[in-house]
């Protein structure tokens, strides 16, 4: 089993920058492709940014490409969401998650986080 914790949530300006983190426990982290989920209010969760196992392979929803940038830090157990040029619509709760399988269709992660909230105001 293998606990994940997000941080890094908060409110800022449309344009502006913030850095999710989310640190596994419980097992080791590199055996696990990592992801970033958000659901908006009344909509579904969907799917934003997954890393392969190594760190060198990412996938990104169209929305977020050369904004937002996933990376690892497999010393640390701990993966990171990095959003630039942040947008009104990208107000939403982020979930962390981990396990699954890189190259299939939909991503669909063994583990979940409790999810960090982030407001872009306009």
């Known amino acids: 089993q293998v606990q994940l914790v997000e941080s890094g949530g908060g409110l800022v300006q449309a344009g502006g920058s913030l850095r999710l983190s989310c640190a596994a426990s419980g097992r080791s982290f590199s055996p696990y492709n990592m992801g970033w989920f958000r659901q908006a209010p009344g909509k579904e969760r969907e799917f934003v940014a997954l890393?392969?196992?190594?760190?060198?392979?990412?996938r990104y929803t169209d929305s977020v490409k050369g904004r937002f940038t996933i990376s690892r830090d497999n010393a640390k157990n701990t993966v990171y969401l990095q959003m630039n040029n942040l947008k009104p619509e990208d107000t939403a709760v982020y979930y962390c998650a981990g396990g699954g399988t890189f190259y299939s269709p939909t991503y669909s992660p063994d583990y979940w986080g409790q999810g960090t909230q982030v407001t872009v105001s306009s």
């Open positions: 890393i392969s196992r190594s760190g060198t392979i990412t």
